[in-house]
């Protein structure tokens, strides 16, 4: 029900200040070591929005005029029309809306092709990515982290290590908002509620100087945008009351009440809890949700056991009481948006943050987070008693074609990073978004390590080949902030009644991917390596450095010696190398690039207390060296081991884990590595080698070869693609190594390789077909 009309504004009038309490935005009331609460002197306007955007900076803010007494504080509820204005003012739909009227009708958005992805195109644009962490980064002195991120030093640094664009990963304000109160975010600043930087991280000054640094080194900027989901912001709050088209940004339903007493008790202190199995059976039984779902992300018993929550009591603007129960497919604090309600409020609040990142903020990229989770149905009338449809949904695929349309209307290009089947990620790319982030040979070749066999990889990639998927399509990365991923949702679920074969045995796809998840959980975790953790059901929290020292064998971190460290360096490398000499992106991230370790548990007692445990992997770093007496970072994490010292010092070490990096990095640009074809993943004769046969954009056909073992390895290399009579020349050296001979059908020659090695090759003197 719309609200009452609020008084004329008065576009001079100054708003109301005064000094109240304003948490430090970040994790800080979930963990006090991040940060305390502190005072502020804040105006009402601004607590939220320190700089309003330039070029789209609203024409007149509407204001209230008061009557009466100015006397603090106002009452924050529905009835007040103060808090009411103050919410939509600080509203990401309100933001949304001038967005839309400001770009509505200029010729800039006709100006682009929009309606095919075009994947080598956003490679061409950045092939090698730095992924950020901005709650990790140490920065020098009262530096913060888009300055030090747009920084000269670093991005020289980036330039001669081969980097091309920096992901910023969330920046924006997150969390929540409780009477006048922001809340700490709950997942990382992954639940947005705001288009505003967040001012721990730095302004919309710093924004833009860092993309002009990166610009003038070549490079691109990549911002986030969340379609799946909202922090309980100012627009949380106002669907809550109800209030014009705010609840149709959100699967909401107002539960009757004649119907509260299937809802249950919210405890005091907390403004919604979780539904169990049974109050979720309940309300749907009685009508008014589609109750359960394919799967419980981040399920937990007692804190997350389905995808539902209740809220407590609200009033709406004319004091009438609601109670409502609304969908979350992550966090209770990450309510879902609604991609399908007549008022289409969420479509308009997604696009509105995505042209407000690439218009106002200048990025060139959108990583769209969560972004297969956009459709839901119920089950249909002859699945009696089954799950809602909520993965793989149509709608989710009409979504994303929208999004991604809309976001190269205006010259830019998106990703999504969301653990999907192959047969999903086909779906999507075919007219969503340009890129999909690689979780499907991610923890295989995290596998192949572990166990020094490459079978499930090669298996994985030939699965790939045979569905369609494009391996230019993909972001291949590294550690990331999220744990080493091993849901292995193809295997698991879309294709858990295939059989497939492995190692001689044959296995249903559920099967299979339980034997992988126990092979990583007995290798990677648990006694074997008590420094890494397991997340939930989802994965195992590492960095990529602690994979490595489980699969060498090492169960105590504080037992590595400097002659550990060229072994850990090395296969460092071959991981690297795996993930960058292919089609795609490759990506990594701080951790990586300093060789970072995992921080002990006791450091981050209060952040994994609910189990998260994916905090020990996010430790703090310092990439340029820039506060080496830095035991935190800015927002309070602890500082991590690391291995291999700050960039600097790095790149003057040829060999250094970034010097070598940079040499193979600018290899694979010189010869178009990134935007290449996938044509073959050959049989070798030794289990622990892995071969790509790829076509580059010229015509030519390049191989990579690793070797996942500490161990000499020779293997004959066997393919269809390899023309007999055709010269193999090794690209780093420019020598000839071997000439491939007939083999039957094939052709076929020997390669040989170190510990832990990597070859490109690439054949030439190709003899004419016949």
């Known amino acids: 029900m719309e609200g009452p009309e609020l008084s004329e504004p008065i576009e001079e009038h100054e708003p109301y200040t005064d000094t109240i309490p304003i948490p430090a935005p970040g994790v800080a009331d979930t963990y006090p070591a991040v940060a305390e609460a502190v005072e502020h002197e804040v105006n009402f306007d601004e607590a939220f929005y320190p700089a309003r955007p330039r070029s789209l900076r609203p024409k007149a ?3 209230l005029s008061f009557t009466g007494s100015l006397t603090p504080p106002f009452e924050p509820v529905a009835t007040n029309k103060a808090y009411v204005e103050w919410l939509v003012n600080h509203s990401m739909l309100g933001d949304a809306k001038t967005m839309a009227r400001q770009l509505s009708g200029q010729p800039e958005m006709w100006s682009q092709a929009y309606a095919s992805p075009h994947p080598r195109g956003a490679v061409d644009t950045a092939s090698v990515w730095f992924t950020a962490y901005p709650l990790s980064q140490i920065t020098g002195d009262g530096e913060s982290f888009l300055a030090g991120l747009g920084s000269e030093a670093l991005w020289s640094a980036f330039a001669r290590i081969g980097i091309r664009a920096v992901h910023t990963g969330p920046v924006k304000l997150a969390g929540g908002i409780s009477g006048w109160k922001q809340t700490p975010s709950i997942d990382g600043h992954f639940d947005r509620i705001s288009m505003t930087i967040d001012p721990l991280f730095g302004n919309e000054d710093d924004y833009r100087s860092m993309h002009a640094s990166a610009a003038a080194h070549g490079g691109t900027v990549i911002d986030d945008l969340v379609p799946a989901h909202t922090g309980k912001g100012a627009d949380f709050r106002l669907a809550e009351m109800n209030y014009r088209d705010y609840p149709g940004v959100y699967h909401m339903i107002d539960i009757p009440q004649e119907a509260w007493h299937l809802l249950p008790e919210v405890p005091p202190g907390r403004d919604s809890v979780n539904l169990d199995a049974e109050a979720e059976r309940r309300l749907k039984d009685a009508g008014y949700i589609i109750g359960e779902l394919q799967r419980v992300i981040f399920y937990e018993p007692g804190v997350k056991e389905t995808n539902w929550s209740a809220t407590a009591e609200v009033l709406d603007t004319d004091g009438e ?12 604090g990450q309510p879902s948006i609604n991609w399908l309600d007549p008022t289409f409020a969420g479509m308009r609040l997604v696009m509105g943050d995505a042209l407000h990142a690439l218009t106002d903020l200048g990025a060139g990229g959108l990583r769209l987070d969560a972004n297969g989770f956009l459709g839901v ?17 149509p709608l989710s695929v009409a979504a994303n074609q929208l999004i991604g349309s809309m976001v190269r209307k205006v010259g830019g290009f998106t990703f999504q990073e969301l653990n999907l089947s192959m047969d999903a990620i086909r779906a999507t790319s075919a007219a969503g978004p340009d ?88 290798r990677i975790a648990g006694p074997a390596a008590p420094y890494n953790a397991i997340f939930t059901q989802n994965g195992i929290a590492s960095t990529t450095a602690s994979v490595i020292t489980a699969s060498l064998g090492i169960s105590d971190l504080s037992t590595i010696t400097d002659e550990d460290l060229p072994r850990i360096r090395d296969a460092h490398l071959l991981l690297a190398a795996y993930n960058a000499l292919q089609p795609g992106v490759f990506a990594l991230s701080g951790w990586d690039l300093v ?71 600018h290899l694979r640009e010189a010869h178009g590595i990134a935007t290449g074809t996938l044509l073959d993943v050959p049989e070798p004769d030794d289990h622990a080698i892995l071969v790509l046969v790829n076509r580059l954009a010229i015509g030519a056909v390049q191989l990579s070869v690793f070797n996942f073992s500490e161990r000499d390895v020779a293997s004959v290399v066997r393919s269809a ?50």
């Open 61 to 63: 803010r509407r204001r």
């Open 321 to 332: 009481p609601h109670r409502w129960v609304y969908l979350h497919y992550f966090k209770d």
């Open 377 to 393: 149905e119920r089950a249909s009338e002859d699945d009696e008693g089954g799950v809602a449809w909520s993965e793989g949904h």
């Open 435 to 522: 890129l999909s982030y690689d979780f499907v040979t991610r923890p295989a070749y995290q596998h192949a390590l572990a166990m020094a066999d490459t079978g499930f990889l090669r298996l994985t990639l030939r699965e790939g080949l045979g569905i369609g998927i494009d391996q230019a399509s993909l972001v291949h990365a590294l550690q990331n902030h999220d744990e080493l991923t091993y849901e292995l949702v193809h295997f698991a679920t879309v294709h858990r009644g295939d059989t497939y074969r492995l190692g001689g045995v044959d296995y249903l796809g559920a099967d299979l991917a339980e034997k992988i998840r126990d092979d990583l959980r007995r």
């Open 595 to 665: 060789g970072a370790l995992p921080v002990d548990r006791d450091d981050v007692a209060e952040l994994i207390s609910g189990g998260d445990t994916r905090w020990i992997e996010r430790g703090a770093f310092d990439l340029m060296g820039s506060n080496p007496d830095a035991a935190r970072s800015a927002s309070g994490l602890p500082r991590a081991r690391t291995l291999y010292g700050p960039l600097g010092a790095q790149l003057e070490d040829p060999d250094s884990f970034a010097s070598r990096l940079a040499s193979m990095l």
């Open 721 to 770: 693609e390899l023309p007999a009579g055709a010269t193999v020349v090794d690209l780093g050296t420019s020598e000839e190594v071997a000439v491939v001979e007939a083999d039957g059908e094939a052709g076929s020659f020997e390669v040989r390789l170190r510990p832990f090695g990597f070859q490109a090759l690439i054949l030439k003197d190709v003899p004419a077909s016949e």
